[in-house]
């Protein structure tokens, strides 16, 4: 990718007055030497994978080897079927859809890693749930998903996306900023609200551990797409309204990496700290183990 930081790809877009996805789709097409049509071809086909792991995850409560999650998706499907939410159907579909590919994962279902596995809930979660609610075309979708691919792209140019790495602020966070951006694109944002969506979802979930219990990407991995596909939400509503990040996103994605850097090899999924370190945790490693 030619553009490497987010102030470069806002000048872009402003100089072709051109969408972030269209600029993105074409540096797609140029580096792969395909056509924009196969390019938005391959991102649909994408799409549609996200979409089969939700259906699949949502027709299954198989539970993990370790026996920990897997019916949880299950449990608020049925809960919803008699009450609903507080925060009305397109938040429980979010969190739902978040969870049915999570879980989908762990029983080594085809997911979609955006940009991670243990990240893979929160773009689709946003992204679908969304549409079917808003009655959004897959047309829009598409943007969305090549938006998110833009935001991704660029901030793993100074970054890796790995919690072994920098944490799950690297992992789940990005992930976050990504469906914040495709959400603002598919709503109408303009260039600028799609990025200060991106930068506040980012800039509010720095710091994030890795911390799976007993190494396994299950506890406490698959509830956070829950929760950070809602903060995308909140992200995105807050740019749409105006709201704008004091700290450029160039600068937070530095700061991401930096405080990568600091944090504790004990919290960049080594199971060594944090909440694999509980005392629950720490009997539930010698369960499973003795097993």
Known sequence: MTILSFNELIK???????????IIQEEEANLSEISIDTVRLKTLENLIAMKDAIKNGLNSSEKSISNWCGDDCRKLQDIYSKRHSLFGNVFEKIITYALATTEENLRMGRIVACPTAGSCGIVPSVIIATSEEKNIPEIKQIDGLLTAGAVGLIISQKVQLAGAVGGCQNECGVASAMAASALTEMLGGTCNEI????????????????????????????????????????????????????????EIVDTLKITGQLMSPLLKETAQGGLAKTKTAVELEKNIYRH
Do not use: W
């Open 12 to 22: 872009t877009c402003k100089k072709n007055n051109k969408a972030i996805y269209q």
């Open 195 to 250: 990025i200060q969506a991106a930068a506040l979802a980012l800039k509010n979930i720095l710091g994030l551990t890795c911390d799976p219990v007993c190494g396994m990407v299950e506890v406490p991995c698959i509830k956070r797409n829950a929760f950070l596909a809602v903060h995308a939400v909140t992200a995105c509503e807050l740019a749409l309204c105006g709201v704008e990040s004091k700290i450029p996103i160039d």
